[in-house]
């Protein structure tokens, strides 16, 4: 049987960058908090933990003084800043930069709307990590929608400035910007109801999708290793399993079965921008262990 891990799998350069910035610290210190979890994995998380990290909430962060927290690679939104100052916790920041950069052009677009008119719409998940970010940027106001349904929340007769969490699907982002196109233009307003749309996904995300397509067509079987909390995780297993309906989707080696792979010559495993490398080669090495 032929094994193959995906060279596109694995850590994406926000966390990779975050995760390295977390074992600096841990290195030099015995334990350091960080302010919810620092990827979305399960597994790396323990490892990390064991190492001395402290997973702490928004509400546990409230209540901390002189200490030092680590920000996460997916954002924050001011309020945790201005806790920072008022509390003398000292923040190291592992903001993605392609989120800060974001961040930024959401709040400059905030500050020079009309407020009475002008609506900023975020496509991504209510209550993700970086859409908490992102809404902070403009004070709670931004509509944030992920499904058609949700497309009740904006006022197609108002203009639309439309932006996409880092970490949505492209093809997602374009079949909603094509809808609220169709609403406008229903409206009969085109002259006043415009939308102003920005693609913000994040490229090494978006150039996943079709390379991930590729390599789940040219296997028997495809193991897709992500946290089941990972919003980017749920996104590509859906691809992989529209490109080859024997996809599975683990959480870590235990969940790994002898059956997944009967009668099949060649497996590929990949995962999330949020799997650690590590995970995809321990489950490469537990099925060769099935072949002895």
């Known amino acids: 049987m032929r094994i193959e891990i995906d060279k596109n799998a694995g850590f994406c350069f926000g966390v990779e960058k975050a995760i390295e910035r977390a074992e600096e610290e841990l290195r030099e210190n015995e334990s350091i908090y960080c302010l919810g979890e620092i990827v979305h994995n399960g597994e790396e998380i323990r490892r990390l933990e064991k190492k001395g990290l402290i997973t702490i909430s928004y509400d546990e962060y409230r209540k901390l003084k002189n200490v030092t927290v680590m920000l996460r690679a997916h954002g924050e939104p001011p309020e945790t800043y201005k806790i920072a100052r008022e509390n003398n916790i000292q923040l190291i920041d592992a903001t993605c930069p392609i989120v800060s950069r974001l961040q930024n052009?959401?709040?400059t677009r905030?500050?020079?709307?009309n407020k009475d008119q002008d609506q900023i719409v975020i496509f991504g998940k209510e209550g993700h990590a970086e859409i908490i970010g992102l809404e902070g940027q403009t004070r709670g106001q931004a509509i944030v929608i992920d499904e058609e349904d949700s497309l009740e929340k904006i006022d197609f007769t108002r203009p639309v400035f439309l932006y996409s969490q880092t970490t949505k699907s492209k093809k997602a982002f374009k079949a909603i910007k094509k809808k609220i196109e169709k609403k406008i233009k229903e409206t009969q307003l085109e002259n006043k109801a415009r939308l102003k749309f920005h693609q913000t996904i994040c490229g090494q995300v978006a150039n996943r999708e079709e390379n991930l397509q590729e390599f789940a067509k040219k296997h028997d079987v495809i193991l897709f290793a992500s946290g089941k909390n990972s919003s980017?995780?749920?996104v590509l297993f859906k691809v992989c399993k529209e490109a080859n309906p024997r996809s599975f989707f683990i959480s870590n080696v235990n969940e790994l079965k002898k059956s997944m792979t009967e009668n099949c010559s060649s497996v590929g495993i990949s995962g999330a921008t949020s799997t650690p490398s590590w995970l995809l080669k321990d489950i490469k090495n537990?099925?060769?262990?099935?072949t002895k």
């Open 110 to 113: 905030f500050n020079n709307i």
């Open 232 to 234: 980017n995780g749920k």
């Open 105 to 107: 052009r959401i709040k």
């Open 286 to 290: 537990k099925l060769i262990s099935y």
